[in-house]
């Protein structure tokens, strides 16, 4: 196997944890909690349409005075969210993590998102592959 052919689909996904847009902050911070996350992917049906990170939370929301329990997920969201196709290269993937600075990436199978992958899991799967060649 060509290192340059391991697929995302053979590494190790994790759940990704997502929300609606109209879920308000304060139903995001609680997933986020609940979860030990520090991300969550904002959904429009099984669609990735977006991303809110801790930090998005306290600079859009709390650091400007607005209510959490009144602000949609999609008023402060970073989109559109880059996703990595399940099909695609474990050694794509991590050059575009590693392009866009950014440890984890939504995983998509025809539009819909199935899971998440990690900076460090993509390196994780190419050394393994890379030692089953020798």
Do not use: W
Request: hydrophobic share 35%; proline share 3%.
């Amino acid at each position: 196997m060509a290192v340059m052919n391991m697929e995302i689909k053979n590494c190790r996904l994790s759940k990704a944890i997502s929300c609606k847009e109209e879920d308000t902050c304060v139903a995001v911070a609680k997933l986020m909690r609940s979860n030990k996350e520090r991300h969550i992917i904002v959904c429009k049906g099984t669609k990735p349409v977006g991303i809110i990170s801790s930090v998005d939370l306290v600079n859009k929301v709390m650091a400007e005075g607005k209510d959490p329990k009144k602000v949609k997920a999609k008023q402060i969201m970073t989109s559109p969210v880059h996703t990595i196709d399940v099909n695609e290269s474990a050694v794509k993937a991590y050059f575009d993590m590693a392009k866009r600075n950014i440890y984890s990436c939504p995983v998509v199978d025809d539009g819909k998102l199935i899971g998440n992958i990690a900076l460090h899991e993509t390196l994780r799967y190419m050394r393994e592959q890379k030692e089953k060649q020798k």
